[in-house]
């Protein structure tokens, strides 16, 4: 089967791209692994920035839509030490500029906004090749195969398609975290709600923190954010959930009871996540006929609160620059790759991440770059 513009993964990056496209009258093709829209949890909050994500979405055509999406008041950020006190308090005053929204729900919106049939569920790829002339063919678990003129990973962390640019695995970034969930939180654990306030909070210290945030309803979302070796997770089972919490709490002994209450009072099974980079010196290739890459295929980066956003604006700009280069691929692909390589570099210049937040300086490196002192 030949498809058009054939992109490789429904996440927030392929989903932009493939809007953008729909907006400029092109169409596409999503193939994704997961059988449906609603098979993993795509829980988070994620802010949404002012110059990069908002504008991507801008692009889109669905400013309005994603408005109807933000949750007041969840741009306050509290930073706290292992007691409880308040070090640093930012309210939401309405002025922030990242509003923030459940990532679920803004991918949502995206698969709202493509036309019925353009993302193929439980087409897993698991492989790709050059056809020569710049097409490809990619093959599906499910024992099918497309070709296209066009081919774009935007299939994540492990992408399928990278290897067809570039040799870049990603590598362990010395840093995983456990994530925990309290329902409804101000009725039902009131003492860890009022610890996180309105928004986001934080508790950082040399190689370990506690991040969580005030979802849709009330829910409070913990990353445990812990800097051990692989081996030291190995040795944990976490398919005994108690078991799991009683060793990921004992790292933080001590600690105010309504901070370590956000681990040990979790609803659901603690769930590890390990978190991987791609040294920066592979976010870039030669061009190469007929196929890119955007979002975390790209440049996958320890979580900096920039990646969702990265992904959202590489598929917008990915979008304008073929609709700009209507019989020119590889016009457009140049265009957009040469672009995307310089932001990605200054974007991860820029972006505080887990070596500081969890370093040597913090929290106090932190609060000065947040108080500009
Ligand atoms: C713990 C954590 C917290 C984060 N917090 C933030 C934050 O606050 N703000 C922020 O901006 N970013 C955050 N990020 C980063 C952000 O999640 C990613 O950068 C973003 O999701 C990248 O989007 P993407 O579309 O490139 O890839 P993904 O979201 O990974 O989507 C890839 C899609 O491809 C599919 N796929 C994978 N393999 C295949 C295959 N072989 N065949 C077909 N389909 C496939 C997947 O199922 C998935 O749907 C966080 C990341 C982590 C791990």
Do not use: C
Not at 45 to 54: A, E, K, S, V
Not at 194 to 218: C, D, F
Not at 247 to 275: C, K, N, Q, S
Not at 322 to 339: F, G, N
């Amino acid at each position: 089967m030949t498809t058009p513009i054939t992109i490789v993964g429904a996440g927030l990056g392929g989903l932009a791209l493939s809007r953008v496209l729909h907006v400029h009258g092109i169409p596409s093709t999503v193939y994704e692994a997961e059988p449906s829209s609603s098979t993993r949890g795509q829980g988070g909050l994620l802010d949404i920035r002012d110059y990069n994500g908002q504008p991507a979405l801008e692009a889109a055509g669905l400013t309005e839509r994603f408005r109807e999406l933000v949750l007041e008041g969840r741009q306050a950020m509290r930073l706290l030490d292992r007691d409880g006190n308040v070090l640093l308090d930012v309210p939401d005053d309405g002025t922030g500029g990242n509003p923030e929204v459940q990532r679920g729900e803004l991918r949502q919106m995206l698969l709202d906004s493509l036309p019925d049939g353009t993302v193929r569920w439980d087409h897993k790829v698991s492989g790709v090749r050059a056809l020569g002339d710049g097409r490809h063919e990619v093959a599906f678990a499910n024992g099918t195969t497309a070709t296209t003129g066009l081919l774009v990973g935007a299939d994540g962390a492990w992408s399928r398609v990278r290897p067809l640019l570039t040799g870049a695995k990603p590598v362990y970034s010395g840093f995983s975290f456990v994530e925990t969930h309290l329902f409804d939180g101000d009725d039902r654990h009131p003492t860890s709600a009022k610890t996180v306030g309105g928004g986001a909070m934080m508790v950082l210290e040399p190689g370990k923190g506690i991040l969580a945030h005030r979802e849709r309803g009330g829910n409070l979302h913990t990353w445990v954010m812990l800097a051990r070796p692989l081996d030291w997770f190995a040795a944990i089972d976490f398919t005994d959930p108690a078991a799991a919490t009683a060793r990921v709490v004992r790292e933080f002994d001590g600690w105010a009871p309504e901070l370590t209450a956000l681990i040990t009072d979790g609803e659901t099974p603690p769930v590890l996540r390990h978190i991987h980079d791609l040294p920066g010196e592979h976010h870039r290739w030669d061009r190469t006929p007929g196929v890119t890459l955007l979002g975390d295929a790209a440049h996958l980066t320890a979580p900096n609160g920039e990646g969702a956003n990265l992904a959202l604006y590489d598929g917008a700009e990915l979008g304008k620059a073929i609709a700009a280069h209507p019989d020119d691929v590889e016009a457009a692909l140049t265009a957009y790759e040469q672009a995307m390589f310089v932001r990605t570099a200054a974007s991860n210049a820029e972006a505080p991440d887990l070596h500081v937040m969890l370093g040597d300086g913090t929290p106090h490196d932190l609060i000065n770059a947040f108080t500009g002192s």
